[in-house]
């Protein structure tokens, strides 16, 4: 590599610097990525320091004079090199530094000290703990015990359950009165209810009783189709009695049993809302909840069927009772003059 790149001094130091950046990984394998980053950070400032020093004129002194053979040499020391080889050594580098390459090889040499230094000062680092203890203890402690990490179970998500609504639900499929929190199962009236256009219905017979304590009642439905076919809006329509017939056959007369009943197109409006955690019940309460429905009958329209219910007390609503009569051009109706 020396005899390729030795006509190019920098190409040279990139070849010692690729050399050193190699031997540094090799000697960190298994360090921390923190310590790999650091020496890297420590090797690269000595490679940018000896390229700023490449860049001066060195002027470097000339070496001792070589001693020659035979002479008197001083008392050796531990670690010195014998004076033959001292010697053949100040020889080498006196023909090194009369070649043309001695610029080259004194910057090379400096950086192989600079990364000889790093390499000396990290392993020092790396065995700073160790050598700070005695041999003894060194060899009497053992590496601590690996330690299972313990975890703790996560702890319990606080699931509160749902809050029960603040009234009874029914159990069983139908269409309920609510009213003082009691539920009331209401019947379906007989026949399709008239358009709301449609004054009077034909007449029709009451089912069993359906009586509620007071005007304000609220209403549970629940069906299977609820949760695809909640209405908007549904109505309570007035319930007159058929008080009088008058027909050219029996002029004045009350109807056969006094049973006769009709749907009025006299209503109040309800609203629906969906009942919490139950798809199939929605509830519906009156638009205005300061309108009382005085006592009377009613009946819950809700789409093509009718389900009646009562509100208890003295009937004294003049809506609640008309008198029919029947006359050749057709059948005509009015309200009583006492309910």
Request: with cysteine; glycine share 6%.
């Amino acid at each position: 590599m020396i005899e390729t790149v030795k006509a190019d001094p920098e190409v040279m130091r990139q070849a010692v610097y690729d050399l050193a950046r190699h031997k540094l990984q090799e000697q960190l394998v298994g360090s921390s990525p923190a310590d790999i980053q650091t020496a890297e950070r420590a090797l690269e400032s000595a490679i940018h320091g000896v390229e700023e020093f490449s860049r001066q004129d060195l002027h470097l002194p000339a070496p001792p004079p070589v001693p020659q053979l035979g002479s008197a040499s001083p008392p050796r020391k531990i670690g010195s090199v014998p004076s033959g080889s001292r010697s053949e050594l100040w020889r080498a580098v006196e023909m090194a530094r009369r070649a043309p390459l001695w610029p080259v090889v004194t910057r090379t040499g400096l950086v192989l000290l600079i990364v000889g230094l790093i390499g000396g000062a990290w392993i020092a680092v790396q065995q700073r703990e160790p050598l700070a203890l005695p041999q003894a203890a060194q060899g009497k402690m053992a590496p601590p015990p690996l330690q299972k990490a313990v975890t703790s179970p996560p702890a319990p998500v606080d699931k509160k359950p749902p809050m029960p609504p603040a009234f009874p639900l029914p159990t069983d499929y139908g269409v309920y009165a609510l009213s003082d929190n009691a539920l009331t199962e209401m019947q379906l009236l007989p026949g399709r209810p008239p358009d709301a256009r449609v004054a009077i219905s034909a007449a029709f017979r009451l089912p069993g009783k359906a009586e509620l304590p007071n005007g304000h009642p609220e209403f549970v439905v629940f069906r299977r189709d609820a949760a695809t076919n909640i209405p908007e809006r549904v109505e309570v329509r007035v319930i007159a009695r058929i008080a009088r017939d008058f027909s050219a056959e029996s002029a004045g007369k009350r109807p056969d049993d006094g049973d006769a009943w009709v749907i009025r197109n006299l209503s109040y409006p309800y609203r629906a809302s969906p009942v919490p955690d139950n798809p199939e019940m929605y509830r519906l309460h009156s638009e205005d909840p300061t309108v009382q429905l005085p006592a009377g009958r009613y009946a819950l329209i809700l789409k093509n069927q009718a389900y009646y219910f009562s509100v208890g007390g003295e009937i004294t609503d003049p809506r609640q009772c008309i008198e029919r009569v029947v006359a050749t051009n057709g059948t005509f109706y009015s309200a009583c003059k006492k309910p």
